[in-house]
């Protein structure tokens, strides 16, 4: 029997993030929902598009390189977060935007009230 040396199917996209195989699923949500309990199987139930050779892969690799793994995750994460605060930072408040929409409200019954509708 050959042993084959098969790399891990993970690829950086243009942004450099983590996706498996050929799919455009995230590394992070496959190994979160791994650390979730998740078992391969159902990874790929969640996952349609990911194969279940390349799912047990990126575990082992996981399983093999938690450390560096687990800095990547954070690294994910931080990045995450600041898109996260820059969005929201673009954005009116809730609380401006409940305003609007109840002073729409109040000019449409005031129209309505004004027409007999």
């Known amino acids: 029997m050959n042993i084959h040396n098969d790399s891990v199917p993970l690829r950086p996209d243009e942004h450099g993030i983590l996706r498996v195989g050929d799919t455009r699923v995230l590394y992070t949500l496959v190994i979160h929902a791994f650390d979730n309990g998740a078992t391969p199987e159902e990874i790929v139930r969640m996952y349609d598009t990911l194969n279940l050779p390349d799912v047990y892969a990126v575990i082992a690799y996981y399983l093999n390189h938690q450390d560096e793994v687990r800095v990547y995750l954070q690294e994910r994460?931080?990045?995450?977060?600041?898109?996260?605060?820059?969005?929201?930072?673009?954005?009116?408040?809730?609380?401006?935007?409940?305003?609007?929409?109840?002073?729409?409200?109040?000019?449409?019954?005031?129209?309505?009230?004004?027409?007999?509708?």
């Open 77 to 117: 994460e931080v990045a995450a977060q600041k898109v996260r605060a820059m969005i929201e930072a673009n954005q009116p408040s809730s609380q401006e935007i409940r305003a609007r929409l109840e002073a729409r409200r109040a000019a449409m019954e005031k129209r309505h009230a004004e027409t007999g509708q």
